[in-house]
């Protein structure tokens, strides 16, 4: 474990909705930390909260208890107006640049709108640096001065992370970022990312439910299961000795694009449980091959493992 | 045996007038072939715009103007659909031939209850009393994997999930028993345990029976885990086709090479390039030699000026390229 401050920790981070008599149980207790420029995968099937944790790092929702600290400022309660003097170092990439980019405006003043509200910059200086940025993604000049319906989804996702990296953030939070691309275009941006990584120190949270993306990219994992980590460890933690029968599904439910490998699967039995209402005990425990009846009666938190920092909540392991 | 589908040399254009009334054609499909034999699971695959979805179109006949077929055939099981009236087709799109799209809630008709649509579904087919037709519908739904069958008769479309509804819509395609089930992108959206149990249904309904599937699909994981056979289409045209365990361990096409490579993320996270960053060739102004030249690492002289035609290579697989 990384013995310096996280740049990010969040601790028992509970997000309930209410409406209509009733209540979505969408984050229940999870605790995170990155460190600076750590890459950090956060993986789970729809609904288990992946989302919902992504926006309350970026307080786009208010943790209904917990806590998040950034850089050392304990943000959870923190309003729109004082959050606003910490979104230059805490940017957000979203899963479709379609519906997160506005249309009417060119893809160069796109670019420019952060430099615009969060530095000092005179108008010239903007636009070389709105230059330097597009060459940093990749993007041809041309594409500057075109609308956001001229581009194709794989030139709009890099102006987006042009768009995400020019207030020069510590934290880059990516909701999804390539699942609507093509393989080509999906492969492109991950080689984009991970050297981005590198030149900057950038940390990053990668939401996904493409563990192969995450396997690419990500220096640690976290397993997400009905609004609970129930899994964290390093990559190779994950992806080669995981614990977790949850986990383990996952990654025997991944297809290999070699028809050479057959992996062996492990069953996975019904349907999810509804966040509205939430089994006492392990979410998993209804669909789980291995579960006995204890799962089902107590919680169990997430337990350090031997092996570095990997830790699983499951009381058979 | 005879082959359950047979495409030969499929042409889809279309054709539109720009401001000034001239006429513009954008030349879709370039000549499609596709062979399905009984008991097999066909993969199409290629990337957004290569044709798969259209191909899908003009196999059924359900082009919309401006798109036009303007050459090739369809065989269904030695029968050719593309010379069928639009009443001889209708026997057979939900009957002999079952369909799954993508998206389960524009298949559904969310006006109808599940065990409705697809009592009514059997009865507009054959001559079926509701009794029977219902109980067909029940042991249907069952097959699929929805839990309580009986109850999810009296469920709207809106009151699924998006793996129970993709599970009725499966249940909607097969319940006329038909010899061809054509998949568009069946699993896209799905989370991977969902994806598997839906994926091992179409394997069940296929192996070992007289039927055949076609999964389109841009997940070569898909394809190499599920199907026997590929057809990988870049541009309109299907360039390299034959059995999986060949084309994806061996490809011959510098395309189908390129596309397995950015199938290899970690590879390509860690800069190495699979394909040069230039978008597909406009379908308005195709180049004259092969359509994937531009792009193309092994490019000679020759590939920008003659299209390369079909070479059988050796274990049945078939390419397009003037070097493979």
Redesign the interface.
């Known amino acids: 474990m990384n013995t310096s401050e996280p740049l990010l920790s969040v601790r028992d981070a509970v997000k309930h909705f209410r409406g209509g008599g009733r209540t979505v149980h969408a984050l229940n207790g999870v605790s995170l930390s990155i460190a600076p420029g750590e890459s950090v995968g956060l993986v789970g099937?729809?609904g288990s909260g992946k989302t919902t944790l992504g926006r309350l790092i970026l307080r786009l929702e208010q943790a209904t208890s917990g806590s998040v600290v950034f850089d050392g400022h304990d943000v959870t309660t923190w309003r729109e107006g004082r959050m606003r003097r910490l979104r230059p170092s805490v940017q957000m990439v979203f899963q479709s640049p379609y519906a997160s980019l506005n249309p009417r405006m060119k893809i160069g003043a796109l670019i420019e709108e952060p430099l615009k509200l969060h530095t000092a910059l005179s108008k010239e200086d903007r636009k070389k640096e709105v230059r330097a940025l597009a060459s940093r993604v990749?993007l041809s000049e041309v594409l500057l001065e075109r609308h956001v319906n001229q581009a194709?989804?794989g030139q709009l996702q890099r102006a987006s992370i042009a768009r995400a990296i020019a207030t020069k953030p510590k934290l880059l939070v990516l909701d999804e970022p390539t699942s609507s691309l093509?393989?080509?275009v999906?492969?492109?941006i991950?080689?984009l990312?991970?050297?981005l990584k590198e030149e900057h120190g950038m940390a990053m949270l990668f939401i996904s439910?493409d563990?192969?993306?995450v396997?690419?990219?990500c220096d640690r994992v976290c397993v997400m299961y009905l609004g609970r980590i129930v899994e964290t460890g390093s990559r190779d933690a994950i992806f080669r000795a995981p614990l977790h029968p949850y986990t383990r599904?996952?990654l025997s439910?991944?297809?290999?694009?070699?028809?050479?490998?057959?992996r062996e699967?492990m069953p996975?039995l019904?349907?999810p449980p509804s966040p509205l209402r939430l089994p006492p005990g392990c979410g998993f425990a209804a669909r789980c091959p291995i579960a006995e009846p204890a799962c089902t009666t107590k919680a169990i938190a997430l337990t350090a493992k031997a092996e570095g920092d990997h830790a699983v909540a499951c009381i058979k392991t | 045996m005879t082959d359950i589908l047979k495409v030969r040399g499929l042409r889809t254009h279309f054709i539109s007038r720009n401001a000034v009334n001239e006429i513009r054609t954008a030349r879709a499909l370039n000549g499609v072939d596709l062979t399905l034999p009984p008991g097999r699971i066909l993969g199409v695959v290629g990337?957004?715009g290569a044709g798969k979805s259209l191909t899908v179109q003009t196999i059924l006949g359900t082009l919309k103007a401006p798109a036009e077929r303007v050459a090739g055939e369809v065989e269904l099981m030695g029968q050719r659909l593309d010379t069928m009236s639009e009443a001889e087709l209708n026997r057979h799109r939900g009957a002999t031939i079952g369909l799954v799209v993508q998206s389960p809630v524009t298949s559904l008709d969310p006006r109808v209850r599940v065990g409705d649509q697809l009592v009514r579904l059997q009865r507009a087919h054959r001559d079926i009393s509701r009794a029977d037709a219902r109980a067909r519908a029940i042991d249907m739904l069952k097959r699929v994997g929805v839990?309580s069958p009986q109850d999810r008769m009296k469920t709207w479309p809106h009151e699924l999930?998006?793996?129970?509804a993709q599970r009725v819509v499966i249940a909607m395609a097969l319940i006329n028993d038909p010899v061809l089930l054509i998949a568009d992108e069946p699993t896209t959206g799905l989370?991977?345990?969902v994806?598997?149990?839906i994926l091992d249904l179409i394997r069940d309904l296929v192996k070992g029976t007289d039927r055949g599937a076609i999964i389109v699909t841009?997940?070569?994981?898909?394809?190499?885990?599920?199907c026997e056979h590929v057809a990988v289409m870049y541009s309109g045209v299907v360039v390299e086709q034959g059995p999986?365990?060949e084309v994806?361990?061996a490809p011959r096409h510098p395309y189908t090479a390129?596309?397995?490579a950015?199938?290899?993320?970690?590879a390509?996270?860690?800069?190495q390039?699979?394909?040069p960053?230039s978008?597909p060739p406009n379908l308005y102004d195709l180049p004259s030699g092969c359509l994937f030249a531009p792009r193309c690492p092994k490019v000679q002289p020759v590939c920008a000026t003659e299209p390369p035609v079909k070479i059988s290579q050796p274990a049945q697989v078939e390419t397009r390229c003037h070097f493979a």
Request: proline letters at 4%; zero cysteines.
């Open positions: 099937e729809s990749a194709s989804g093509d393989l080509s999906r492969a492109e991950l080689s990312l991970s050297s439910h563990l192969d993306t396997h690419a990219i599904t996952l439910a991944q297809l290999s694009a070699d028809p050479r490998v057959r699967r996975i019904g349907e | 990337e957004t839990p999930s998006g793996g129970m989370d991977v345990t994806q598997a149990q841009h997940d070569l994981g898909v394809v190499a885990q599920y999986v365990g994806f361990v390129a596309l397995l950015a199938a290899d993320l970690a390509a996270a860690s800069g390039r699979s394909l960053p978008t």
